[in-house]
């Protein structure tokens, strides 16, 4: 795998949906809903990392660019790394002065890493020496913003990483230490290791807010560890929160779980904002000041407060958390950018801060001018209008909005006259004609009920594509309205059939909906065109003999190569798509020739989810196209078959890193799965 991944546009024969599949699998109810309310009324917290990484400050041998990952990206040997211990020693360091500056930027939580990749222990542990007791400071750090945290009332929650380039029996090795012998080395035993050390965090030092896990991709790391280690962590402090990193279901850097990949109580996207919210999944955009996250001195690219702002007022608006990072220096001090962009923050969350605690996602989809937040209060909605770009007549539309005003105000200055006027589908609201905030001016529009919104309805079919007939579902959220449709594509008018039952079609058609309220169109109009199709015909419907047969080669590959004209290493059955058969794990690729057995007529969705690069074929056509390098993705399309036996055809290769390989389907009303043993056939 390598993060530059490449994506080949490729003819497709038949008409193939490629969807990213994101699911979320972190939402449950109940006691989980109380378990998660802090958290989700927080909004805001402080991510720090902070080790012996800090004593190098990112440089190397005149190299730059390091950080926490300084004893890989430099390829630093463990001796040399463990001199650091020596000169740890952060005399600066003031735990009340850190949560201060935390709290007072409005942060309600601090996460921060008690161990990171490199394996040293920012705690007193006794499961290793390698910890904050053996440097001349020989204070438990922990110890000191634990108590510091009780006395301000912020959340302590730590960071853990799975992964441990010290630990003798944390496996694998980094692939350039060609000198550390994995000879003796156990990784259960380093399982039993980290519960140890997370046994010492959540016992020792009060309840712990949230457990941030890291570092789990790695190929030693698997679901069930992940399910163990979270329902360990749960057992020691039943309340306690934990990320999603804590499995090994995690679809790259979006930082959400792929489909049946459960893990933790939230996703955690690295360094970037979900396009549109995740609805009814918890997650946490983390994000660096600059281009680090340990502290480096050479970074000079810090982010604006201006920006840091918006950003946090864009992340509530779409309904996650931001974990904002400092990377604190050696000496146990913040560098003054940080300091400078926390009290910045903090200035404005002391007026706006109501606009982003306790806040829901955005009920807009679309603002021009800025974002939105919202909450429910006796009687109405506050919807918390985020003005980015003042308007320059003071004149700011609220579009397709519905609902009665009761009152309009500025978080800036109540004071300031601002007034609202109805208009037959949106609100015009008239502000003084400069902003009061040039960051970011909160506009306070109290209204009448639920947030009620031109949202057309939502359109549910398992297909777009459909053999004899399919059931389509309408919804909204919105009361008091009627949805209405036509078959034909045409708008639809308050004279077109309301939606009562699942619409059932037998033809190609392009439907199209919107919202209705006393005979008037509330609602933008949506559309889309289900298409009858003719099933692909069975090759065979005769049984055949159970298994794949298999190809097995070896080369160095940036994408698929034409397997048929190489030759392979090694061929033989195999009863899946399992890897088993490789004699590496880098520079490897397999094809695998079959039939799967479609037990009824019908439309299917098939998928790989493979690191690196894949395809399918049935029969022929290439319907799942996941090809190039990259990290454990999953790509899906769809075909109509016929009940019977289709050829199908895998090919996959991995080029460095990580390696996986899975082939999944799904059909009408029914999950995804990996496709069963029992309907391969060669
Ligand atoms: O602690 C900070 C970083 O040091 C750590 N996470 C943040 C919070 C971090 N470690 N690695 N990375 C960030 C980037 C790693 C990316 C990848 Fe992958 C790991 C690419 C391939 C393996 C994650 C898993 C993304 C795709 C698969």
Redesign the pocket.
């Known amino acids: 795998?390598k993060?530059s991944a490449k994506q080949t546009a490729a003819a497709l024969v038949f008409a193939v949906l490629a969807v990213s599949m994101l699911g979320g699998c972190f939402n449950r109810a109940g006691t989980d809903d109380q378990r998660m309310a802090w958290w989700r009324d927080a909004r805001f917290g402080m991510f720090i990392?902070w080790g012996l990484y800090a004593v190098p400050a990112g440089e190397w041998n005149g190299e730059t660019t390091h950080a926490?990952?300084i004893r890989t990206t430099a390829r630093i040997p463990l001796e040399t790394y463990d001199g650091f211990v020596d000169q740890f020693n952060p005399v600066d360091f003031n735990a009340d002065a850190w949560v201060k500056m935390a709290r007072d930027a409005g942060m309600k939580y601090i996460v921060i890493t008690s161990k990171?990749?490199d394996g040293f222990c920012l705690f007193d542990s006794d499961q290793t020496d390698f910890n904050i007791m053996a440097t001349p400071y020989k204070k438990d750090i922990m110890k000191a913003l634990a108590r510091a945290c009780r006395k301000y009332r912020v959340k302590m929650c730590w960071y853990y990483s799975i992964m441990d380039w010290h630990h003798p029996d944390y496996l694998p090795r980094r692939d350039w230490e060609k000198d550390r012998s994995t000879e003796g080395a156990d990784f259960d035993r380093y399982v039993a290791y980290m519960k140890a050390q997370l046994k010492e965090l959540i016992t020792n030092y009060g309840d712990i807010g949230v457990l941030w896990f890291?570092?789990e991709?790695e190929r030693t790391w698997n679901r069930e560890y992940g399910f163990d280690l979270y329902n360990y962590v749960r057992s020691l402090q039943p309340d306690i929160i934990i990320n999603n990193r804590v499995g090994a279901g995690?679809s790259?850097?979006e930082g959400m779980d792929k489909s049946g990949g459960f893990a933790g109580d939230f996703g955690t996207p690295?360094q970037q904002i979900p396009a549109t919210g995740l609805p009814g999944v918890d997650w946490e955009t983390?994000m660096t000041m600059n281009d680090h996250?340990g502290w480096n001195k050479n970074d000079r690219n810090w982010k604006s407060s201006e920006n840091l702002i918006r950003t946090l007022a864009d992340i509530a608006s779409k309904g996650g958390n931001f974990l904002l990072n400092v990377g604190p220096k050696a000496d146990g001090t913040f560098p003054e950018e940080s300091v400078e962009r926390l009290r910045r923050i903090g200035e404005w969350m002391r007026v706006n801060g109501e606009s982003i605690y306790k806040t829901s996602a955005s009920p807009f989809r679309n603002l021009a001018w800025g974002r939105c937040t919202q909450k429910s209060v006796v009687g109405g909605t506050r919807l918390y209008l985020h003005v980015f770009d003042w308007p320059g007549d003071g004149k700011l539309v609220v579009p397709g909005i519905y609902n009665q005003v009761k009152k309009v105000y500025l978080l800036t200055d109540p004071t300031l006259e601002v007034s609202a006027e109805r208009g037959p589908d949106d609100i015009i609201l008239t502000l003084p004609s400069t902003a009061p905030d040039s960051i970011n001016t909160v506009v306070v529009l109290e209204v009448r009920g639920k947030a009620d919104i031109d949202n057309p309805p939502q359109i549910s079919a398992d297909f777009d594509v459909f053999i004899d007939k399919l059931p389509i579902i309408l919804s909204t959220d919105r009361e008091h309205v009627v949805i209405r449709y036509t078959l034909d594509g045409a708008d639809p008018t308050s004279q077109s059939p309301p939606f009562k039952d699942a619409i059932m079609i037998r033809k190609t058609r392009t439907l199209a909906t919107a919202c209705f309220r006393d005979g008037r169109m509330v609602s933008g109009v949506v559309r889309r065109e289900f298409r009858k199709v003719a099933p692909k015909p069975a090759f065979s419907k005769e049984a055949l003999k159970p298994g794949l047969v298999y190809r097995y080669f070896e080369g160095d590959w940036n994408a698929l190569p034409s397997f048929h004209r190489l030759r392979p290493v090694k061929t033989g059955t195999v009863a899946n798509f399992s890897l088993e058969n490789r004699r590496r794990n880098e520079y490897m690729g397999f094809e695998y020739n079959g039939f799967i057995r479609v037990p009824r007529d019908g439309v299917y969705g098939f998928s790989t989810d493979s690191d690196d690069g894949s395809r399918l074929y049935i029969g022929g056509y290439l319907v799942a196209d996941n090809d190039g390098l990259h990290?454990?993705r999953e790509q899906e399309g769809i075909i109509p078959l016929e009940a019977g036996y289709h050829p199908i055809r895998v090919t996959y290769f991995n080029k460095t890193?990580?390696y996986d390989l899975m082939v999944n389907f799904r059909s009408s009303g029914n999950p995804g799965v990996a496709i069963p043993d029992s309907l391969l056939f060669r």
């Open positions: 795998m993060n990392h926490e990952w990171h990749h890291d570092g991709w995690r790259g850097m690295e983390c996250w990290g454990l890193g990580g």
